[in-house]
Protein backbone atom coordinates (compact mmCIF):
# COMPACT_ATOMS: atom_id res chain seq x y z
CA UNK A 1 0.00 0.00 0.00
CA UNK A 2 3.04 2.42 0.23
CA UNK A 3 3.02 3.19 -3.24
CA UNK A 4 -0.75 5.20 -3.04
CA UNK A 5 -0.15 8.77 -3.40
CA UNK A 6 -1.17 10.34 -0.03
CA UNK A 7 -4.26 11.93 0.49
CA UNK A 8 -5.92 14.56 2.73
CA UNK A 9 -9.21 14.32 3.49
CA UNK A 10 -11.75 15.87 5.41
CA UNK A 11 -15.82 15.52 5.48
CA UNK A 12 -16.52 19.32 4.42
CA UNK A 13 -14.80 20.52 1.00
CA UNK A 14 -12.60 23.53 1.84
CA UNK A 15 -15.08 26.75 1.87
CA UNK A 16 -14.12 29.85 0.00
CA UNK A 17 -11.80 32.46 0.94
CA UNK A 18 -13.91 35.21 1.25
CA UNK A 19 -16.48 33.21 3.36
CA UNK A 20 -13.02 32.07 5.41
CA UNK A 21 -12.04 35.51 6.07
CA UNK A 22 -15.45 36.44 7.19
CA UNK A 23 -15.66 33.72 9.78
CA UNK A 24 -12.22 35.01 10.89
CA UNK A 25 -13.30 38.32 11.60
CA UNK A 26 -16.61 37.26 13.38
CA UNK A 27 -16.46 38.34 17.22
CA UNK A 28 -15.13 36.07 20.36
CA UNK A 29 -17.02 33.13 20.89
CA UNK A 30 -17.71 34.70 24.57
CA UNK A 31 -19.46 37.10 23.06
CA UNK A 32 -21.28 35.25 20.56
CA UNK A 33 -22.58 32.64 23.08
CA UNK A 34 -23.75 35.54 25.44
CA UNK A 35 -25.14 37.72 22.81
CA UNK A 36 -25.88 35.39 20.13
CA UNK A 37 -28.76 37.29 18.03
CA UNK A 38 -26.57 39.87 16.13
CA UNK A 39 -27.85 40.04 12.64
CA UNK A 40 -31.56 38.68 12.55
CA UNK A 41 -33.02 39.69 16.13
CA UNK A 42 -34.58 36.30 16.54
CA UNK A 43 -35.05 35.70 13.20
CA UNK A 44 -38.08 37.99 13.47
CA UNK A 45 -37.66 40.82 10.90
CA UNK A 46 -35.43 39.22 8.46
CA UNK A 47 -32.74 42.16 6.48
CA UNK A 48 -30.13 39.91 6.44
CA UNK A 49 -29.14 36.64 6.47
CA UNK A 50 -25.29 35.27 8.47
CA UNK A 51 -24.08 33.92 5.44
CA UNK A 52 -21.07 32.97 8.05
CA UNK A 53 -23.62 30.35 9.09
CA UNK A 54 -25.78 29.83 6.43
CA UNK A 55 -23.16 29.68 3.78
CA UNK A 56 -23.57 26.18 2.47
CA UNK A 57 -27.57 26.47 2.75
CA UNK A 58 -27.58 29.54 0.99
CA UNK A 59 -25.96 27.96 -2.36
CA UNK A 60 -28.89 25.69 -2.67
CA UNK A 61 -31.71 27.36 -1.71
CA UNK A 62 -30.66 31.19 -2.30
CA UNK A 63 -31.41 34.34 -0.27
CA UNK A 64 -35.03 35.22 -1.32
CA UNK A 65 -36.04 31.09 -0.26
CA UNK A 66 -34.06 32.00 3.30
CA UNK A 67 -35.71 34.85 3.78
CA UNK A 68 -38.89 33.56 3.40
CA UNK A 69 -38.05 30.67 5.97
CA UNK A 70 -36.63 33.21 8.19
CA UNK A 71 -40.41 34.52 8.56
CA UNK A 72 -42.23 31.14 9.44
CA UNK A 73 -43.55 30.19 12.64
CA UNK A 74 -43.41 26.21 12.70
CA UNK A 75 -45.42 23.48 15.04
CA UNK A 76 -43.68 20.05 15.89
CA UNK A 77 -46.17 17.74 17.50
CA UNK A 78 -44.74 14.46 18.92
CA UNK A 79 -40.73 14.53 20.54
CA UNK A 80 -40.09 10.75 20.31
CA UNK A 81 -37.31 10.31 18.24
CA UNK A 82 -38.98 11.42 14.79
CA UNK A 83 -40.14 14.17 16.40
CA UNK A 84 -36.40 15.57 17.77
CA UNK A 85 -35.08 14.61 14.82
CA UNK A 86 -37.55 17.12 12.33
CA UNK A 87 -37.23 19.42 15.26
CA UNK A 88 -33.89 19.16 15.08
CA UNK A 89 -33.31 19.66 11.14
CA UNK A 90 -35.81 22.76 11.07
CA UNK A 91 -34.10 24.43 13.69
CA UNK A 92 -31.15 24.46 12.15
CA UNK A 93 -32.17 25.22 8.63
CA UNK A 94 -33.45 28.57 10.28
CA UNK A 95 -37.36 29.38 10.16
CA UNK A 96 -38.36 32.46 12.61
CA UNK A 97 -39.68 30.22 15.34
CA UNK A 98 -39.96 26.04 16.16
CA UNK A 99 -42.82 25.36 18.90
CA UNK A 100 -42.14 21.72 20.15
CA UNK A 101 -45.66 20.20 21.38
CA UNK A 102 -45.88 16.63 23.64
CA UNK A 103 -48.45 15.87 26.45
CA UNK A 104 -46.36 12.60 27.69
CA UNK A 105 -43.84 11.85 29.31
CA UNK A 106 -40.26 10.43 28.60
CA UNK A 107 -40.43 6.29 28.36
CA UNK A 108 -37.89 3.91 28.88
CA UNK A 109 -39.05 3.00 25.13
CA UNK A 110 -38.21 6.50 23.50
CA UNK A 111 -34.44 6.02 24.85
CA UNK A 112 -33.62 3.53 21.28
CA UNK A 113 -33.66 7.01 19.23
CA UNK A 114 -34.93 10.24 21.55
CA UNK A 115 -31.28 11.65 21.51
CA UNK A 116 -32.15 14.83 23.33
CA UNK A 117 -33.37 12.30 26.66
CA UNK A 118 -31.33 10.05 29.39
CA UNK A 119 -32.38 7.64 31.94
CA UNK A 120 -32.45 10.27 34.30
CA UNK A 121 -35.38 12.18 32.17
CA UNK A 122 -37.75 9.53 32.70
CA UNK A 123 -41.18 10.59 33.93
CA UNK A 124 -40.71 14.06 32.86
CA UNK A 125 -42.10 15.65 29.36
CA UNK A 126 -40.83 15.00 26.69
CA UNK A 127 -40.85 18.68 25.29
CA UNK A 128 -39.88 20.55 28.42
CA UNK A 129 -36.54 18.19 28.22
CA UNK A 130 -35.89 18.86 25.00
CA UNK A 131 -36.05 22.46 24.91
CA UNK A 132 -33.05 23.70 26.45
CA UNK A 133 -30.55 20.91 23.70
CA UNK A 134 -32.68 21.96 20.99
CA UNK A 135 -32.22 25.54 21.55
CA UNK A 136 -28.89 24.85 21.67
CA UNK A 137 -28.63 24.37 17.78
CA UNK A 138 -29.67 27.54 16.50
CA UNK A 139 -28.89 30.78 18.58
CA UNK A 140 -31.23 32.93 15.79
CA UNK A 141 -34.54 30.41 15.94
CA UNK A 142 -36.48 30.43 19.37
CA UNK A 143 -37.80 27.39 20.82
CA UNK A 144 -40.62 27.10 23.12
CA UNK A 145 -42.49 24.10 24.61
CA UNK A 146 -46.25 23.29 24.38
CA UNK A 147 -47.96 20.64 26.85
CA UNK A 148 -51.36 21.31 26.74
CA UNK A 149 -53.52 19.67 23.95
CA UNK A 150 -53.61 20.95 20.74
CA UNK A 151 -56.73 23.37 20.12
CA UNK A 152 -57.23 24.94 16.43
CA UNK A 153 -57.10 28.38 17.39
CA UNK A 154 -53.34 27.69 19.10
CA UNK A 155 -52.75 26.32 15.42
CA UNK A 156 -53.49 30.16 14.16
CA UNK A 157 -50.10 30.81 14.69
CA UNK A 158 -48.03 28.66 12.79
CA UNK A 159 -47.43 28.52 9.03
CA UNK A 160 -46.28 24.65 8.95
CA UNK A 161 -47.76 22.06 11.28
CA UNK A 162 -46.34 18.60 12.30
CA UNK A 163 -47.66 15.44 13.85
CA UNK A 164 -45.78 12.92 14.32
CA UNK A 165 -47.96 11.06 17.49
CA UNK A 166 -51.39 11.60 16.84
CA UNK A 167 -54.21 9.13 16.75
CA UNK A 168 -55.67 8.98 12.50
CA UNK A 169 -58.83 10.76 14.72
CA UNK A 170 -56.69 13.97 15.48
CA UNK A 171 -54.93 13.95 12.26
CA UNK A 172 -58.01 14.29 10.19
CA UNK A 173 -59.64 16.75 12.75
CA UNK A 174 -56.51 19.13 12.55
CA UNK A 175 -55.50 18.45 8.81
CA UNK A 176 -58.96 19.30 8.10
CA UNK A 177 -58.21 22.87 9.65
CA UNK A 178 -55.52 23.65 8.14
CA UNK A 179 -56.64 23.01 4.74
CA UNK A 180 -59.47 24.84 5.53
CA UNK A 181 -56.90 27.99 7.04
CA UNK A 182 -54.33 27.81 4.37
CA UNK A 183 -51.74 26.62 6.75
CA UNK A 184 -49.57 24.07 6.06
CA UNK A 185 -50.13 20.50 7.39
CA UNK A 186 -47.52 17.32 7.35
CA UNK A 187 -48.17 14.12 9.36
CA UNK A 188 -44.89 11.83 9.32
CA UNK A 189 -44.78 8.88 11.78
CA UNK A 190 -42.60 5.68 11.92
CA UNK A 191 -43.52 1.84 13.54
CA UNK A 192 -40.74 -0.23 13.53
CA UNK A 193 -39.44 -0.78 9.92
CA UNK A 194 -42.32 0.79 8.11
CA UNK A 195 -42.68 4.97 7.72
CA UNK A 196 -44.55 7.28 5.91
CA UNK A 197 -45.21 11.02 5.27
CA UNK A 198 -48.28 13.00 4.26
CA UNK A 199 -48.31 16.79 3.02
CA UNK A 200 -51.08 19.02 2.44
CA UNK A 201 -49.79 22.57 1.05
CA UNK A 202 -53.31 23.82 0.41
CA UNK A 203 -55.55 24.55 -2.76
CA UNK A 204 -53.21 26.56 -4.59
CA UNK A 205 -49.75 25.99 -3.14
CA UNK A 206 -46.49 27.88 -5.92
CA UNK A 207 -43.36 25.65 -6.50
CA UNK A 208 -40.91 28.76 -7.79
CA UNK A 209 -38.51 26.22 -8.47
CA UNK A 210 -39.10 22.78 -8.53
CA UNK A 211 -35.72 21.46 -9.20
CA UNK A 212 -33.35 23.91 -8.15
CA UNK A 213 -31.38 23.53 -11.24
CA UNK A 214 -29.62 26.48 -12.64
CA UNK A 215 -31.31 27.23 -16.23
CA UNK A 216 -30.11 26.09 -18.91
CA UNK A 217 -29.25 28.14 -22.17
CA UNK A 218 -28.18 26.87 -25.58
CA UNK A 219 -26.71 28.81 -28.78
CA UNK A 220 -29.17 29.15 -31.63
CA UNK A 221 -28.35 28.51 -35.30
CA UNK A 222 -31.86 28.54 -36.88
CA UNK A 223 -35.37 29.78 -35.77
CA UNK A 224 -38.11 29.01 -38.54
CA UNK A 225 -40.62 31.54 -39.66
CA UNK A 226 -44.23 29.44 -39.22
CA UNK A 227 -47.47 28.50 -37.25
CA UNK A 228 -45.02 26.44 -34.88
CA UNK A 229 -41.38 28.24 -35.64
CA UNK A 230 -38.71 25.82 -34.90
CA UNK A 231 -35.68 26.28 -32.93
CA UNK A 232 -32.60 24.71 -34.11
CA UNK A 233 -29.37 24.39 -32.03
CA UNK A 234 -25.64 24.64 -32.95
CA UNK A 235 -25.31 20.73 -33.57
CA UNK A 236 -22.34 20.59 -31.15
CA UNK A 237 -24.35 21.03 -28.29
CA UNK A 238 -27.44 19.97 -27.17
CA UNK A 239 -29.84 22.08 -25.50
CA UNK A 240 -30.92 19.60 -22.86
CA UNK A 241 -34.40 21.19 -22.70
CA UNK A 242 -38.00 19.27 -21.78
CA UNK A 243 -41.24 19.66 -23.08
CA UNK A 244 -43.19 22.14 -21.12
CA UNK A 245 -40.63 23.91 -20.67
CA UNK A 246 -39.96 28.03 -20.89
CA UNK A 247 -37.59 29.94 -22.90
CA UNK A 248 -36.51 33.35 -23.99
CA UNK A 249 -34.05 34.93 -26.10
CA UNK A 250 -31.30 36.96 -26.66
CA UNK A 251 -28.67 38.10 -29.02
CA UNK A 252 -30.85 37.00 -31.95
CA UNK A 253 -30.25 39.14 -35.36
CA UNK A 254 -33.28 39.34 -37.80
CA UNK A 255 -36.11 38.13 -35.70
CA UNK A 256 -35.50 40.58 -32.96
CA UNK A 257 -38.63 40.13 -31.62
CA UNK A 258 -37.54 36.94 -30.28
CA UNK A 259 -35.18 39.31 -27.89
CA UNK A 260 -36.11 39.35 -24.19
CA UNK A 261 -39.78 38.17 -25.09
CA UNK A 262 -42.47 36.60 -22.37
CA UNK A 263 -41.29 33.28 -21.96
CA UNK A 264 -42.75 30.85 -24.89
CA UNK A 265 -43.66 27.31 -23.55
CA UNK A 266 -41.72 24.67 -26.08
CA UNK A 267 -42.19 20.94 -27.27
CA UNK A 268 -39.01 19.12 -27.73
CA UNK A 269 -38.53 17.80 -31.64
CA UNK A 270 -34.64 16.26 -30.80
CA UNK A 271 -31.51 16.81 -28.78
CA UNK A 272 -30.90 20.15 -30.83
CA UNK A 273 -34.57 21.04 -31.60
CA UNK A 274 -37.66 22.69 -30.30
CA UNK A 275 -40.70 24.39 -31.51
CA UNK A 276 -41.39 27.76 -29.54
CA UNK A 277 -45.37 28.34 -31.22
CA UNK A 278 -46.18 30.61 -34.20
CA UNK A 279 -43.79 32.73 -35.02
CA UNK A 280 -45.56 33.36 -38.82
CA UNK A 281 -45.64 37.55 -37.72
CA UNK A 282 -42.36 37.65 -37.15
CA UNK A 283 -39.37 39.58 -38.58
CA UNK A 284 -36.86 36.86 -40.67
CA UNK A 285 -33.96 35.07 -38.88
CA UNK A 286 -30.94 36.29 -39.98
CA UNK A 287 -28.44 34.62 -37.45
CA UNK A 288 -27.61 34.00 -33.88
CA UNK A 289 -29.16 34.31 -30.64
CA UNK A 290 -28.87 32.05 -27.34
CA UNK A 291 -32.30 30.23 -25.99
CA UNK A 292 -32.19 30.93 -22.35
CA UNK A 293 -34.83 28.33 -19.86
CA UNK A 294 -36.72 29.93 -17.52
CA UNK A 295 -37.96 28.75 -14.57
CA UNK A 296 -41.84 29.38 -13.99
CA UNK A 297 -43.98 29.19 -10.90
CA UNK A 298 -46.21 25.89 -10.64
CA UNK A 299 -49.78 25.47 -8.96
CA UNK A 300 -49.86 22.23 -7.26
CA UNK A 301 -53.37 21.41 -5.47
CA UNK A 302 -53.41 19.11 -2.24
CA UNK A 303 -56.26 17.27 -1.11
CA UNK A 304 -56.65 17.69 2.71
CA UNK A 305 -56.23 14.69 4.88
CA UNK A 306 -59.24 13.18 5.01
CA UNK A 307 -59.92 13.49 1.32
CA UNK A 308 -56.31 11.91 0.62
CA UNK A 309 -56.85 9.37 3.23
CA UNK A 310 -60.10 8.08 0.50
CA UNK A 311 -58.39 8.26 -3.12
CA UNK A 312 -54.42 8.76 -2.18
CA UNK A 313 -51.58 10.05 -4.47
CA UNK A 314 -48.35 8.24 -3.67
CA UNK A 315 -44.92 9.43 -4.16
CA UNK A 316 -42.87 5.81 -4.61
CA UNK A 317 -40.19 5.39 -2.67
CA UNK A 318 -38.96 1.78 -4.45
CA UNK A 319 -39.90 0.72 -7.80
CA UNK A 320 -39.39 -3.04 -6.54
CA UNK A 321 -42.35 -2.23 -4.02
CA UNK A 322 -44.56 -0.35 -5.57
CA UNK A 323 -47.26 -2.96 -4.87
CA UNK A 324 -47.01 -1.47 -0.94
CA UNK A 325 -47.94 1.85 -0.51
CA UNK A 326 -51.55 1.00 -0.95
CA UNK A 327 -51.17 -2.13 1.48
CA UNK A 328 -49.14 -0.01 4.38
CA UNK A 329 -51.61 3.32 3.43
CA UNK A 330 -54.72 0.61 4.69
CA UNK A 331 -52.40 -0.86 7.21
CA UNK A 332 -51.80 1.94 9.33
CA UNK A 333 -55.18 3.37 9.24
CA UNK A 334 -55.94 -0.09 11.03
CA UNK A 335 -52.76 -0.37 13.68
CA UNK A 336 -54.70 3.16 14.81
CA UNK A 337 -57.86 0.92 14.96
CA UNK A 338 -56.32 -1.76 16.87
CA UNK A 339 -54.65 0.89 19.26
CA UNK A 340 -57.87 2.76 20.18
CA UNK A 341 -59.49 -1.06 20.89
CA UNK A 342 -56.68 -2.40 23.06
CA UNK A 343 -55.05 1.02 24.42
CA UNK A 344 -51.43 -0.89 23.35
CA UNK A 345 -49.75 -1.81 19.87
CA UNK A 346 -49.08 -4.93 18.80
CA UNK A 347 -46.75 -6.88 20.92
CA UNK A 348 -43.78 -8.51 18.97
CA UNK A 349 -43.58 -11.04 17.26
CA UNK A 350 -47.00 -11.86 18.76
CA UNK A 351 -49.36 -14.41 16.73
CA UNK A 352 -52.59 -13.74 18.52
CA UNK A 353 -52.30 -9.92 18.01
CA UNK A 354 -51.10 -10.32 14.39
CA UNK A 355 -54.09 -12.76 13.55
CA UNK A 356 -56.27 -10.17 15.52
CA UNK A 357 -54.97 -7.95 13.23
CA UNK A 358 -55.11 -9.18 9.87
CA UNK A 359 -59.14 -10.09 10.57
CA UNK A 360 -59.23 -6.41 11.25
CA UNK A 361 -57.70 -5.49 8.12
CA UNK A 362 -59.35 -7.81 5.87
CA UNK A 363 -62.71 -6.25 7.68
CA UNK A 364 -61.37 -2.72 7.28
CA UNK A 365 -60.05 -2.88 3.76
CA UNK A 366 -63.90 -4.89 2.19
CA UNK A 367 -65.42 -1.34 2.82
CA UNK A 368 -62.50 1.06 2.45
CA UNK A 369 -62.44 3.81 -0.59
CA UNK A 370 -58.63 3.13 -1.37
CA UNK A 371 -59.40 -0.69 -1.06
CA UNK A 372 -56.55 -3.02 -1.60
CA UNK A 373 -57.59 -6.04 -4.10
CA UNK A 374 -54.42 -8.39 -3.13
CA UNK A 375 -52.67 -7.54 0.15
CA UNK A 376 -49.54 -9.55 0.71
CA UNK A 377 -50.07 -10.99 4.07
CA UNK A 378 -46.28 -11.82 4.75
CA UNK A 379 -45.77 -8.02 4.61
CA UNK A 380 -48.70 -7.07 6.61
CA UNK A 381 -47.41 -9.91 9.66
CA UNK A 382 -44.00 -8.21 9.50
CA UNK A 383 -45.74 -4.72 10.11
CA UNK A 384 -47.73 -6.22 12.61
CA UNK A 385 -44.53 -8.30 14.63
CA UNK A 386 -42.41 -5.12 14.48
CA UNK A 387 -44.56 -2.28 14.65
CA UNK A 388 -43.90 -1.35 18.66
CA UNK A 389 -40.36 -1.37 17.73
CA UNK A 390 -38.49 1.77 17.37
CA UNK A 391 -34.21 2.60 15.36
CA UNK A 392 -33.00 5.55 15.25
CA UNK A 393 -31.89 5.31 11.74
CA UNK A 394 -35.49 5.09 10.15
CA UNK A 395 -36.13 8.37 12.51
CA UNK A 396 -33.15 9.74 10.37
CA UNK A 397 -34.74 8.32 7.47
CA UNK A 398 -38.34 9.93 7.70
CA UNK A 399 -37.62 12.83 10.13
CA UNK A 400 -34.54 14.06 7.75
CA UNK A 401 -37.54 13.84 5.07
CA UNK A 402 -40.01 15.65 6.83
CA UNK A 403 -37.88 18.25 7.33
CA UNK A 404 -37.12 19.06 3.67
CA UNK A 405 -40.94 19.16 3.37
CA UNK A 406 -41.11 21.56 6.10
CA UNK A 407 -38.57 23.93 3.98
CA UNK A 408 -40.50 22.97 0.86
CA UNK A 409 -43.42 24.55 2.49
CA UNK A 410 -42.01 27.57 3.62
CA UNK A 411 -39.40 28.26 1.30
CA UNK A 412 -41.59 27.47 -1.89
CA UNK A 413 -38.50 25.98 -3.36
CA UNK A 414 -38.28 22.52 -4.41
CA UNK A 415 -41.21 19.93 -5.30
CA UNK A 416 -43.24 18.67 -2.80
CA UNK A 417 -44.18 15.06 -1.95
CA UNK A 418 -47.48 15.07 -3.65
CA UNK A 419 -48.90 13.47 -1.06
CA UNK A 420 -48.40 10.50 0.51
CA UNK A 421 -44.57 8.88 0.74
CA UNK A 422 -44.03 5.10 2.04
CA UNK A 423 -41.07 3.59 3.41
CA UNK A 424 -39.78 -0.15 4.54
CA UNK A 425 -36.59 -1.34 5.30
CA UNK A 426 -37.75 -4.85 5.98
CA UNK A 427 -34.64 -5.82 4.39
CA UNK A 428 -32.97 -5.19 7.56
CA UNK A 429 -34.29 -8.07 8.93
CA UNK A 430 -33.11 -11.80 7.88
CA UNK A 431 -34.31 -12.84 4.32
CA UNK A 432 -36.84 -15.10 5.44
CA UNK A 433 -37.73 -13.58 9.39
CA UNK A 434 -41.15 -15.56 9.37
CA UNK A 435 -40.22 -19.17 9.09
CA UNK A 436 -37.14 -18.71 11.50
CA UNK A 437 -38.62 -16.46 14.05
CA UNK A 438 -37.20 -17.00 17.02
CA UNK A 439 -39.67 -17.54 20.30
CA UNK A 440 -41.16 -14.78 21.19
CA UNK A 441 -39.44 -13.80 24.15
CA UNK A 442 -36.27 -13.29 22.40
CA UNK A 443 -38.12 -9.96 21.60
CA UNK A 444 -38.84 -8.83 25.17
CA UNK A 445 -37.31 -6.57 27.31
CA UNK A 446 -38.52 -4.13 29.71
CA UNK A 447 -37.11 -0.68 31.45
CA UNK A 448 -33.72 -0.93 29.53
CA UNK A 449 -32.75 2.07 26.41
CA UNK A 450 -32.79 -0.69 23.48
CA UNK A 451 -35.68 -2.44 24.30
CA UNK A 452 -37.59 -0.39 21.47
CA UNK A 453 -34.65 -2.06 18.77
CA UNK A 454 -35.03 -5.10 20.69
CA UNK A 455 -38.84 -5.49 19.99
CA UNK A 456 -38.00 -5.72 16.26
CA UNK A 457 -34.38 -7.43 16.24
CA UNK A 458 -34.25 -9.14 19.45
CA UNK A 459 -31.69 -9.98 22.44
CA UNK A 460 -28.63 -11.93 20.48
CA UNK A 461 -28.41 -8.87 17.75
CA UNK A 462 -28.39 -6.10 20.91
CA UNK A 463 -25.54 -8.37 21.94
CA UNK A 464 -23.50 -8.82 19.02
CA UNK A 465 -23.90 -4.60 18.13
CA UNK A 466 -22.48 -4.02 21.37
CA UNK A 467 -19.33 -6.21 20.77
CA UNK A 468 -19.04 -4.62 17.52
CA UNK A 469 -15.69 -2.57 16.54
CA UNK A 470 -16.58 0.35 13.55
CA UNK A 471 -14.27 3.35 12.18
CA UNK A 472 -15.92 5.92 11.32
CA UNK A 473 -13.90 8.09 9.06
CA UNK A 474 -14.84 11.80 9.26
CA UNK A 475 -16.72 13.60 11.44
CA UNK A 476 -18.61 15.86 9.63
CA UNK A 477 -22.74 16.55 8.94
CA UNK A 478 -22.57 12.62 7.55
CA UNK A 479 -19.79 11.75 10.58
CA UNK A 480 -22.17 13.07 12.89
CA UNK A 481 -25.29 11.78 11.95
CA UNK A 482 -23.72 8.08 11.92
CA UNK A 483 -21.99 8.96 15.48
CA UNK A 484 -25.78 9.34 16.53
CA UNK A 485 -26.99 6.34 15.52
CA UNK A 486 -24.40 4.40 16.58
CA UNK A 487 -24.53 5.66 20.05
CA UNK A 488 -28.11 5.07 20.07
CA UNK A 489 -28.27 1.75 18.21
CA UNK A 490 -26.00 0.42 21.20
CA UNK A 491 -23.28 -0.26 18.90
CA UNK A 492 -19.78 -1.20 20.42
CA UNK A 493 -21.21 -0.39 23.92
CA UNK A 494 -20.45 -4.24 25.44
CA UNK A 495 -16.83 -4.59 24.98
CA UNK A 496 -16.61 -2.91 21.04
CA UNK A 497 -14.93 0.43 20.26
CA UNK A 498 -16.02 3.15 17.21
CA UNK A 499 -13.44 4.30 16.35
CA UNK A 500 -13.23 7.82 14.55
CA UNK A 501 -11.28 10.47 12.92
CA UNK A 502 -10.82 13.53 11.27
CA UNK A 503 -8.15 16.09 11.20
CA UNK A 504 -10.62 19.10 11.10
CA UNK A 505 -11.07 21.90 13.45
CA UNK A 506 -14.66 23.38 13.90
CA UNK A 507 -15.64 26.33 11.93
CA UNK A 508 -18.72 28.73 11.89
CA UNK A 509 -20.70 27.31 8.62
CA UNK A 510 -20.32 23.68 10.09
CA UNK A 511 -23.12 24.50 12.61
CA UNK A 512 -25.80 24.94 10.37
CA UNK A 513 -25.28 21.09 9.49
CA UNK A 514 -22.86 19.63 11.69
CA UNK A 515 -25.42 19.00 15.13
CA UNK A 516 -23.11 17.26 17.46
CA UNK A 517 -21.46 21.14 17.33
CA UNK A 518 -22.15 24.07 18.94
CA UNK A 519 -21.08 27.92 18.68
CA UNK A 520 -18.30 27.73 21.95
CA UNK A 521 -17.12 24.34 19.68
CA UNK A 522 -16.17 26.62 17.20
CA UNK A 523 -11.84 26.30 16.33
CA UNK A 524 -11.86 22.44 18.16
CA UNK A 525 -11.20 19.57 16.97
CA UNK A 526 -14.61 17.96 15.36
CA UNK A 527 -13.54 14.09 16.31
CA UNK A 528 -12.87 15.10 19.85
CA UNK A 529 -16.26 17.48 20.05
CA UNK A 530 -18.28 14.89 18.06
CA UNK A 531 -17.02 11.65 20.51
CA UNK A 532 -17.91 13.56 23.41
CA UNK A 533 -21.43 14.53 21.81
CA UNK A 534 -22.24 11.37 20.81
CA UNK A 535 -21.11 9.55 24.70
CA UNK A 536 -23.35 12.09 25.93
CA UNK A 537 -26.68 10.81 24.25
CA UNK A 538 -25.73 7.13 25.48
CA UNK A 539 -22.85 7.36 28.31
CA UNK A 540 -22.12 3.44 27.64
CA UNK A 541 -20.80 4.28 23.62
CA UNK A 542 -17.43 3.41 23.85
CA UNK A 543 -15.70 5.81 21.12
CA UNK A 544 -12.44 6.94 20.50
CA UNK A 545 -11.13 9.72 18.54
CA UNK A 546 -8.52 10.07 16.77
CA UNK A 547 -6.74 13.61 14.48
CA UNK A 548 -5.41 11.68 11.74
CA UNK A 549 -5.82 12.09 7.94
CA UNK A 550 -6.26 8.64 6.31
CA UNK A 551 -3.93 7.72 3.67
CA UNK A 552 -0.23 6.25 2.87
CA UNK A 553 1.71 8.64 5.54
CA UNK A 554 -0.72 7.20 8.51
CA UNK A 555 -0.35 3.43 7.70
CA UNK A 556 1.71 2.68 10.47
CA UNK A 557 -1.30 4.07 12.56
CA UNK A 558 -4.08 2.21 10.17
CA UNK A 559 -1.89 -0.85 9.49
CA UNK A 560 -3.28 -4.38 8.60
CA UNK A 561 -3.63 -5.09 12.63
CA UNK A 562 -5.97 -2.39 13.17
CA UNK A 563 -8.36 -3.32 10.20
CA UNK A 564 -8.29 -7.07 10.76
CA UNK A 565 -9.89 -6.12 13.98
CA UNK A 566 -12.37 -4.26 12.49
CA UNK A 567 -16.05 -5.49 11.97
CA UNK A 568 -16.80 -2.29 9.73
CA UNK A 569 -16.21 0.48 7.76
CA UNK A 570 -18.08 3.99 7.39
CA UNK A 571 -17.44 6.54 5.05
CA UNK A 572 -17.89 10.16 6.22
CA UNK A 573 -15.90 11.58 3.42
CA UNK A 574 -16.49 14.03 0.19
CA UNK A 575 -13.33 13.75 -0.89
CA UNK A 576 -12.81 11.14 -4.23
CA UNK A 577 -9.27 10.44 -3.11
CA UNK A 578 -9.40 9.50 0.10
CA UNK A 579 -12.82 7.48 -0.44
CA UNK A 580 -11.06 5.47 -3.12
CA UNK A 581 -8.26 5.06 -0.74
CA UNK A 582 -10.44 3.87 1.88
CA UNK A 583 -11.66 1.35 -0.86
CA UNK A 584 -8.66 -0.16 -1.53
CA UNK A 585 -7.45 -0.35 2.05
CA UNK A 586 -10.63 -2.35 3.35
Known amino acids: MSSLPETIWSH ?3 SPSPKRRKIQSETKLDSDRAHPLTTMEANGSVHEIDEGLYSRQLYVLGHEAMKKMASSNILISGLRGLGVEIAKNVVLGGVKSVTIHDTGNVEWSDLSSQFFVSEHDVGKNRAEVSESHLSELNPYVPVKSHTASLTESFLEQFQVVVLTESSVEEQVRLGEYCHTMGIKFIMAETKGLFGRVFCDFGDDFVVTDANGETPLSAMVSAVTKDSDGVVTCIDDQRHGFETGDYVTFT ?3 GMTELNNCQPRQIRVLGPYTFSIGDTSALSEYVRGGIAHQV ?7 FKSMKASMASPDFVISDFAKMERPGVLHVAFEVLDRFRQSHQRLPRPWNEEDT ?10 NEGHPARVE ?3 EKLLKLFSFVCCGDVCPMQAVIGGISAQEVMKACSGKFQPIHQWFYFDATECLHTDPLSTKPPETTFQSEQQRYQSQIAIFGKDFQDKLARQNYFVVGAGAIGCELLKNLSMMGVSCGGGTVYVTDMDTIEKSNLNRQFLFRPWDVQKVKSDVAAAASKKMNPHFHVVA ?10 H ?4 GFFEKLDAVANALDNIDARMYMDRRV
Open 12 to 14: ESK
Open 251 to 253: EVK
Open 295 to 301: KMPQTTH
Open 355 to 364: NEFLRLFKEV
Open 374 to 376: EAD
Open 546 to 555: HQNRVGSETE
Open 557 to 560: VYDD
